[in-house]
């Protein structure tokens, strides 16, 4: 079983910037991939971005060039760098892990863009 707890998410202007982070109860070195996924009102969930455990990594056409995923082994975390956020980058966001057995998420963090 594997937890993940997300956290950064927030209030902020568009133009802004946040870190979103995702920490996992097992080490990362037992995940396949981790990923960011977001789901705003109204709409079905989507992809943002994914890391693999060689990482690799690979992004929704809507956020490259502004999203930056990465991962720490050693503080088993992923991050999400959100560069020049958009009113539509507003939605609450999930940290996902596949491993070779299951799938997991977490329960999410809100990012609210203002104009």
């Known amino acids: 079983q594997v937890q993940l707890v997300e956290s950064g998410g927030g209030l902020v202007q568009a133009g802004g910037s946040l870190r979103l982070s995702c920490a996992a109860s097992?080490?990362?070195?037992?995940?396949?991939?981790m990923g960011w996924f977001r789901q705003a009102p109204g709409k079905q969930r989507e992809l943002v971005a994914v890391?693999?455990?060689?990482?690799?990594?690979n992004y929704a056409d809507s956020v490259k060039g502004r999203f930056t995923i990465s991962r720490d082994s050693a503080e088993n975390r992923v991050y999400l760098q959100m560069n020049s956020l958009k009113p539509d980058d507003t939605a609450v966001y999930y940290c996902?892990?596949?491993?070779?057995?299951?799938?997991?998420w977490g329960k999410g963090t809100l990012v609210t863009v203002s104009l």
């Open positions: 890391i693999t455990r060689g990482g690799s990594t």
């Open positions: 996902r892990a596949l491993t070779n057995g299951a799938d997991y």
């Open positions: 097992t080490s990362m070195f037992s995940i396949n991939t």
